[in-house]
């Protein structure tokens, strides 16, 4: 979904990391990208290179940004990690026309066989941590993800499951086949006021 946003719209990446995707955007898009990030070392890294980044936690800081404010949000491999899932992803659609959201599914086969079958909280590519180890508080599924924007009234433009090979398959809102057959989930969200 990313590859596909226009050239020279607004951008702000929630959770960026050391910035890879706002200077991506930059590079390849000329997008005019900002990112919030909670580690100070991903802010550094991130300004060093040149790119607008300020600390930030995803929890508590964008109710501070206008309604409005950019063409697109980004929230990538981060929603898991936020204390309030909810109010994070209604805070993305009020702030952005768009939402582009990414995160681990939780439903994703292999995941639920080795909680079967080993008793234990799995590691797959995508869940590389021991439990103990990992920023994630919040984990879920393609279908709870769906029925959180159900709830909230966000319109589901697009969702697209990832396979381990990276393979991306597009799905319906009923994601029931996504969510055993897709390792991470990738969702183009809008506000119904759109």
């Known amino acids: 979904l990313v590859a596909r946003l226009e050239a020279g719209i607004d951008v702000l990446d929630v959770g960026c990391g050391e910035g890879e995707l706002l200077a991506y955007l930059a590079e390849t898009k000329q997008t005019d990208g ?10 550094s890294k991130s300004v060093r290179s040149g790119l607008s980044v300020i600390q930030g936690d995803a929890d508590t800081d964008l109710k501070h940004y206008p309604t409005g404010a950019f063409d697109y949000v980004v929230l990538s491999q981060t929603l898991q990690a936020t204390r309030n899932p909810k109010q994070v ?77 990276g393979r991306a398959t597009g799905f319906s809102n009923s994601g029931w ?18």
């Open 177 to 194: 086949a996504a969510n055993l057959f897709g390792e991470q989930a990738v969702f183009l969200l809008s506000s119904k006021n759109s």
């Open 34 to 43: 900002r990112g919030v990030e909670l580690s100070m070392s991903g802010v």
């Open 89 to 165: 992803v209604s805070d993305l659609v009020r702030i952005g026309a768009k939402a582009i959201v990414s995160f681990p599914n939780f439903g994703y086969w292999q995941v639920r066989w080795k909680l079967l079958l080993g008793g234990r909280m799995p590691r797959t590519g995508i869940l590389g941590e021991d439990w103990y180890k990992t920023q994630n508080i919040h984990l879920c599924t393609i279908l709870d993800f769906i029925d959180l924007c159900r709830d909230l009234g966000i319109v589901i433009e697009r969702g697209i499951s990832v396979n381990p090979q």
